[in-house]
Each structure stands twice: as structure tokens, then as C-alpha cells.
């Protein structure tokens, strides 16, 4: 088989761990559900590089590489330990992954639905071996620039890689992608990133936080989602906006929507009501809403748009 057709590999629970190769060394697996779990790995080689698309319904496993492994959760959670660290993923997140120590690793997906990940192995990085012990074994990378492009980069090449007739199968081309891959990579154990990374800074979480919740305020929103789509879990989250701000996600959400309502009252069109508003700023109890707005701005929604409207 060419290193450039897919390799299939299926397994359910009293399946050999060994057989299909999942991982350079595969030292056991646990299925979620050990009835009917399953494990699907599309891989596809070139040069030093493998690319892997991971579906399956949950599962615990622990592993160890040679190569220098990045994680992507796509959807459900991905969470990596190594000794006493211990990282988590979701939604945009990402996990770098030091070669040469075994890790244990868990994928959960949502309750009805399988979770997807997207791996990719590449040759230890010169910045990596230059780092060394100063980076630990787990890093969560998703917010650096390199984690967003190599996503995005790894999910087109990797499709169109399975075309038989893409130009991008020619060996210049392949080079050239082998080439592209590792030095994002090696972007990603940049020591600033990797300090960053590490600590994961609380006001950089808050911040892409705030900026996802003002441009989706009017949708339904969980603490759970929010924080799925800054690549962190809900506990993390919570904690990251009691330390910065000392108020909670919640807490947040609803000051961005008592301001958007307030700015809609306030620049009136023709036929504006106070339940439009509030069902457009995110509110879905329009009791709780007035309350809420009264104790913020001193009146109710109804006396703003009628001074509006004067």
C-alpha cells in the first residue's frame, strides 16, 4: 500500500490493542462503553509526517511516540496525563505532546454523538530538543497562531490528500507539506509560547471568552459551551473569571446583554418593543429580564424606549 492511501484501522473492545499499529507503541486501551465502543483511525503518511482523523465514542488508552504528537479535539474532550500533569482540550484546544515519555490519554464524546480528534506526529523539533526539560510533557497550545493554522492546514490536506488526482501528491509538493507541518510545530515549542501555554493565562482566556460571548449573546449560551469554544474546560473557565474579574461567566453574559438591550431602547426603530429586545439581547424570560434591567439602569425597559421616542 502506498503511504499515501489511507490506512483503516477499527477496533472494539476485545479487540489486540497491537493490531492495526494505532500508535507507535499502544500499551493498552479501556472502551467507554465495553460493549459496543469503538475506535476509528484514518491515517495517512509522508515523509517524517502522519496524519491521523480519530472517531469513536470514548475511550482510555496509554501510549508512548517517538515523534512529537499535537492533539486537536474537533469535537467532544480530549485529556492527557503525564505524571503529575495532567491537560484538557475541547472546541478549538489543542494539546502539544513531548516525545519519548508514555502518557495516559481519555476521549469523551458527547452524550449521543462520537468524538473526533485530529493527530499529528512529526520528527523531534530542534526547538523542542534545545528546550527540553523547560516544556512539559503536556502543553495546551490552542490559543497560539501556529495551533489555528496547522488545524486548519492539517483538515485540507488530509482530505485532499485522499484524491488520487491532487497535485498535492507530487513529491515536490509532498516535500514541501512535510516541511510546512514540522516548522508549525516547531513554532509551537517556541519558549514564549510554551511559557504562556503552560500557565495558561487567565486574562487571555477571559478575554476570547468576552469576545465570543459579545458576538454570540443573543444565541443560547451554557458556561460549558462558552468555554468549549476557547479550548478550556468550564472549571478552568469559571476560575479564570472569578481571578480577573471576580464575577462568573454567567454573571458576564448577562451585563453584555443588559447592554446590548439597553443600546437597542435607546436607538429605537419604528416598530421596537421591549420583547423584541429582549428576546433579541438573549433573554428568554421577559419577567426576569425587566427586573434585571431596573436594578442596572434605575428604570423599566418601557420607560427608556418611551424617552427614546420623545
Not at 516535500?175 to 508549525?184: C, G, K, P, Q, V
Not at 462558552?226 to 448577562?254: D, H, T, Y
Request: aromatic share 6%; hydrophobic share 40%; net charge positive.
Amino acid at each position: 500500500m502506498s503511504p499515501l492511501e489511507p490506512n483503516f484501522v477499527d477496533l472494539r473492545p476485545g479487540d489486540d490493542p497491537q493490531a492495526g499499529k494505532l500508535a507507535e507503541s499502544l500499551h493498552w486501551v479501556n472502551f467507554s462503553n465495553k460493549r459496543s465502543g469503538k475506535l476509528r483511525v484514518t491515517g495517512m503518511s509522508f515523509g517524517g509526517v502522519t496524519i491521523g482523523d480519530v472517531v469513536t465514542d470514548g475511550y482510555d488508552a496509554e501510549t508512548t511516540s517517538k515523534r512529537v504528537g499535537v492533539a486537536f479535539s474537533h469535537t467532544g474532550k480530549i485529556r492527557y496525563q503525564s505524571g503529575h500533569v495532567v491537560e484538557e482540550a475541547a472546541g478549538s484546544g489543542a494539546l502539544l505532546l513531548q516525545p519519548d515519555i508514555t502518557k495516559k490519554s481519555s476521549i469523551r464524546a458527547e452524550k449521543g454523538a462520537k468524538s473526533r480528534t485530529l493527530h499529528v506526529l512529526v520528527p523531534n523539533t530542534q526547538r523542542l530538543k534545545k528546550l527540553g526539560l523547560t516544556v512539559p510533557p503536556v502543553m495546551p497550545v490552542g490559543g497560539a497562531p501556529e495551533a489555528h493554522s496547522l488545524r486548519s492546514l492539517l483538515l485540507y490536506f488530509f482530505s485532499e490528500l485522499q484524491r488520487a488526482d491532487s497535485p498535492l501528491r507530487r513529491p515536490k509538493a509532498l516535500d514541501a507539506m512535510e516541511a510546512l507541518i514540522i516548522d508549525m510545530v516547531d513554532g509551537l515549542c517556541d519558549a514564549h509560547t510554551a511559557i504562556v501555554a503552560a500557565e495558561a493565562g487567565a486574562a487571555s482566556r477571559v478575554r476570547a471568552a468576552l469576545d465570543f460571548m459579545h458576538a454570540n449573546a443573543g444565541d443560547t449560551l451554557t458556561v460549558e459551551r462558552i468555554a468549549q469554544a476557547v479550548g478550556v474546560g468550564p472549571r478552568r473557565l469559571q476560575a479564570a473569571f472569578k481571578s480577573e474579574l471576580g464575577k462568573s461567566p454567567r454573571e458576564m453574559l448577562s451585563e453584555i446583554r443588559l447592554e446590548n438591550a439597553h443600546g437597542l431602547l435607546l436607538a429605537p426603530e419604528a416598530w421596537t418593543t421591549v420583547t423584541d429586545v429582549a428576546f433579541e439581547s438573549g433573554f428568554a424570560h421577559l419577567g426576569r429580564f425587566a427586573a434585571a434591567y431596573r436594578q442596572r439602569y434605575g428604570e423599566a425597559p418601557s420607560q427608556t424606549l418611551l424617552r427614546a421616542r420623545l
